[in-house]
């Protein structure tokens, strides 16, 4: 088993009033795909954005607990949110490419966090993210036309491909496929199983499939608890818990 | 089993119905508008035109070898004085008239810068002036008005201005074919005048445009940024609250008072110039602020979420996330509710009437700080004025504004138009 990458202790997360999560501890591996499981409203993506802390963006989100990137706190003073979102990637449940071209969804991050100093440096950026989000060969005759006017399934690859541009650690993807196709979707999971020799991948989905087929340990939520966390074999094969055992026969969710 | 039944007749009678008074309030208001429109043309288009009467001038009179007027600056042709020989040029037209009464008459039948115009001819063409030039003179606004047939002859001589004599001289040069109806250059270029036939709207176009930028440069960068920070920055809770509350109602404040603000304060307390651009920009500005806040920030709130989290995401910060990506989405927007604000200051008349751009402007402004009338104070002054010339051009000035706001409104929609992102 590879080390710890990613610690999260006694999470409780707090919408105004409303509590969300109920002490959440989890450790996520590094460059492993960890899969987060549950039905509609359990807290999966909501503990998911606690990771990049895209929580902060609500107003009204509290967040207590303990969050740890190799053992930094991230919720710590010190940390500035826009260098941890430089190494903690998000790609979003809708593609939501910049209406810009495809060259300059991916120039972004690179250009405000300085990593390239010449259009040649930029250009590599731009043709390895491609490449590596099994982009580029599809695009690369249309680099400077409109991200909005691919097809689904392609949008969001660009998006991964926009997430990796700054050199993440750890890329969080929320429910990446469930606006893809069947075929859209299956060559983002291919994709995954390649990045995960370079980044550590969380993957919160309501396919049960899709988490089996991707993933070396899964957590199942529920009511904003983390019922079972386990290696995907054993959550899908021998569940030690009688919710998870429902959830994953299909008894609800 | 598809036959109407008497339930659905009755449906489809009362969608019928309702499509005629939908179609009769359409009408309506298109018929409103055409007449307003044919009333205001037909009316105001004769004021691009004026009557001019040719008189033939022997400059040879002023000096003998008029070549020498080549070498003479324009300075010294203006400080020349030829009011006696301009009153004998036109004596000329009819050399028979003896009568002093009957000579001032003839004078009278030219508007008064008759010596002027001979001179600016004189200055125009001085490098091959003839001995005797054919000089077209504007007539008078009496003349002009019996040209455009908004004079009525009929009338007894003792309730016209003009004569029965000044007829006769007018009828003889018409004859004469000495009368020519020209493109009214002057209207567009001059500023205001007592005398119907020299006013301009050059000066209250120019007032215009230099307050319509005053207001463009004071509220777009404020109104813009107080959207952008209310929008995107400002927590919600009760100042902020109050503060779109006051937004929104300012909007639907009177305009006059604004103009009284700009009275006591801008005026007053400040001491800036009355009856300038400036402090009409400035006190338009304080209308259009709102129209531009209200809708820079609707086009910001169009702008889906999942753009912010997306730039977010990279590791931008807030401002770079709003300004590199937001903004540039709400700017369409925001042009078009500046436009639209601007196409009301234009429109706006009661501020500035009480800050003193109502005041009679001859020079035309070259600055904000000149004084300075505008268009729609213009329809004001002229409305009320009793001579027959100003009410052609009340309504061409009219149709000028008319022109500025449709052009404004326009561009107003091309730019939605070709901006317009879909997501």
Redesign the interface.
Known sequence: MNKVKISAKNIDVFYGDKQALFDVSMDMYEKEVTALIGPSGCGKSTFLRCINRMNDVIDICSVKGNVSIDGHDIYDKSIRVESLRENVGMVFQKPNPFPKSIYENIAYGPRIHGMANSKTDIDEIVANSLQKAALFDEVKDRLHQPGTGLSGGQQQRLCIARAISVNPEIILMDEPCSALDPIATAKIEELMNELKKEFTIIIVTHSMQQAARVSTNTGFFHLGKLIEVDSTDTIFSNPGNQKTQDYITGRFG | MFDASANLKKRLKSERRFQIFCITAISFALIFVLILFLNIFSSGYSAFYKTTIAIDVDYSQVIEDTTQFAAMSDDEINKLDLFRFSKKSIYSLFPDIEDRKEKKLLIRIFSIEYEDEIKQFLIKNKENIKKIETVYLTASDDVDQVRKGNYPRDLPEERRRIKDIQLEYYDILENNGRVKYVFNIPFLTRGDSREPELAGVGGSIVGSFLTIITVLILSFPIGILAAVYLQEFA??NRFTDFIEININNLAAVPSIVFGLLGLGIILNVFGLPRSTPLVGGIVLSLMTLPTIIIATRASLRAV?P????????????KM?AVM??VVP?AMPGALTGTIIGLAQALGETAPLLLIGMVAFVVDVPSSPLDASASLPVQVYLWAESAERGYVEKTSATIMLLLGFLILLNLTAVLIRRKFE???
Do not use: F, N, Y
Request: charged share 20%; glycine share 10%.
């Open positions: 927590k919600s889906p999942s753009i912010r989290e997306g730039a977010l995401a990279v590791g931008a910060t770079q590199h990506h989405l992102t879909k997501w």
